[in-house]
């Protein structure tokens, strides 16, 4: 008989909000609740679908939670399952390796979460049936550098084995390096599927012997995780042949979108085109909200106004949203620029921008005192919030780099506009 279950990872259940443009109240309440409520939909698919098991491949908390809310939230959803007879297997990653509510939290007896010593848990199952064998290990600490492959007990014989791995595999932008090892490794081990996180980006790689499968996150939390969110419901069918399902399970998603005002005639040409993209992004998401970063590009000779108004142009978007219904506008960026002229004369405005380009941009003395500045303010910040700078210092350079041009062009538009359309 098939063997079913739903594979996840990285729910960082009650992760806190990790960027300052939520600055909506009830945008910030919907994205503060959305990782519970994403979690629920787990459980219920778990539920409607009547499945064997539910396996979470690390980091269920964003860290060391001391709430005894979130507690009392994961004690009730998987209660759920123990009274379905659904099992649950879980491992910590790097987020959630010196957790408190794991450690102190009594489990139904239906629950397993694996210790720092990688074990091999042989599933009841009724005669006939083929035998299936789950294996887990969990971080013991936050840093893992070093493979945890070989720690992993070898394959059950004649069992369908399923390995529950935190792995950041050979390395992903803007992850660090966690448990590495490769996909050619884990062939080797032996076992039909392996279910990982880490990785918040959904991946997969399959063959006849193996699949290994990354879910990716199951609810974005920023901007930086936009795009469908969804776990995978894994059948082992009697032939041993395995089928994956995507099911999406955002109850929020981030997405962004861009919009190229080079063939608008005027403003309200913008404002029109910025809605009509609105609506038809909105009508392809499939999550019951959708937050929208727009980026307004292209070449126009209304560059300046879009940079001076964004905060009516934003404004315009927000009701549109709410008329839409569920849709939210995180934020509001503008790129456009003026087009070029190459027998116009430079006015006082392009001398000024010149003379900032060549002058000011390349100063080592500005490029100091911008970065005294932003390590200021990230210092400010509490800790989950210090990655809006960046995350390593090429980022941190290039967003300062990014920040100085935009601010530099924002004014330029405002002296502009102090001239007259």
């Known amino acids: 008989m098939v063997y079913r279950f739903i594979h996840t990872a990285d729910i960082h259940l009650d992760s806190p909000l990790r960027t300052l443009a939520l600055r909506n109240a009830e945008l910030a309440e919907l994205i503060g609740l959305a990782t519970r409520r994403s979690f629920v939909r787990i459980i219920d698919l778990c539920l409607e679908e009547q499945l064997d098991a539910l396996?979470?491949?690390g980091d269920l908390y964003d860290g060391d939670q001391t709430s005894m809310k979130t507690a009392r939230f994961l004690?009730?959803?998987?209660?759920?399952?123990?009274?379905?007879?659904?099992?649950a297997f879980i491992i910590r990653g790097n987020h959630d390796a010196l957790s408190k509510i794991t450690a102190e939290l009594v489990m139904p007896e239906t629950v397993k979460v694996f210790d720092a010593v990688a074990e091999a848990v042989a599933i009841d199952r009724a005669p006939g049936h083929f035998p299936v064998a789950i294996h887990g290990l969990s971080f013991a600490k936050p840093q893992a550098p070093e493979s945890l492959l070989r720690h992993y007990a070898l394959p059950v014989p004649d069992a369908v084995n399923i390995g529950i791995m935190h792995t950041s595999l050979g390395g992903s932008a803007?992850?660090?390096?966690?448990?590495?090892?490769?996909?050619?490794?884990?062939?080797?081990?032996?076992f039909r599927y392996w279910a990982l996180g880490h990785i918040h980006k959904r991946s997969s790689v399959e063959d006849a012997s193996c699949a290994i499968v990354m879910p990716g996150i199951p609810q974005g939390r920023d901007i930086n995780e936009d795009g469908p969110k969804s776990v995978s419901l894994v059948t082992i069918k009697d032939d041993r042949s395995i089928l994956i399902e995507e099911r999406q399970t955002a109850v929020a998603q981030f997405g962004r979108l861009v919009v190229n005002i080079s063939k608008a005639g005027d403003w309200k040409d913008v404002i029109l085109q910025a809605k009509g993209r609105l609506e038809d992004f909105s009508s392809a998401v499939s999550a019951d909200?959708?937050?929208a970063r727009i980026?307004?590009?292209?070449?126009s000779e209304l560059a300046w106004r879009i940079r001076r108004d964004t905060d009516l142009l934003r404004a315009e978007l927000d009701t549109h949203g709410a008329a839409i219904g569920n849709v939210w506008i995180e934020k509001v960026v503008t790129y456009p620029v003026a087009p070029l002229r190459p027998d116009a004369r430079p006015g006082a405005?392009?001398?000024?921008?010149a003379i900032i380009d060549s002058e000011?941009?390349?100063s080592t003395e500005y490029r100091e005192e911008v970065r005294s500045i932003a390590d200021e303010l990230r210092g400010q910040l509490?800790?989950?919030?210090?990655?809006?700078?960046?995350?390593?210092?090429?980022?941190?350079?290039?967003?300062?780099?990014?920040?100085?041009?935009?601010?530099?062009?924002?004014?330029?538009?405002?002296l502009r506009g102090s001239e007259g359309e």
């Open 55 to 57: 396996v979470i491949a």
């Open 75 to 87: 004690a009730e959803q998987l209660a759920r399952l123990h009274q379905a007879g659904i099992r």
């Open 174 to 190: 803007g992850h660090d390096l966690y448990a590495p090892c490769s996909v050619p490794d884990l062939r080797q081990a032996g």
């Open 289 to 291: 909200h959708l937050v």
């Open 295 to 299: 980026e307004v590009t292209g070449s």
């Open 349 to 353: 405005l392009e001398e000024l921008a």
């Open 360 to 362: 000011v941009h390349g």
């Open 382 to 414: 509490p800790a989950e919030l210090r990655d809006i700078f960046g995350k390593d210092e090429a980022s941190f350079e290039n967003l300062l780099a990014q920040s100085a041009q935009d601010g530099v062009s924002q004014v330029l538009a405002r």
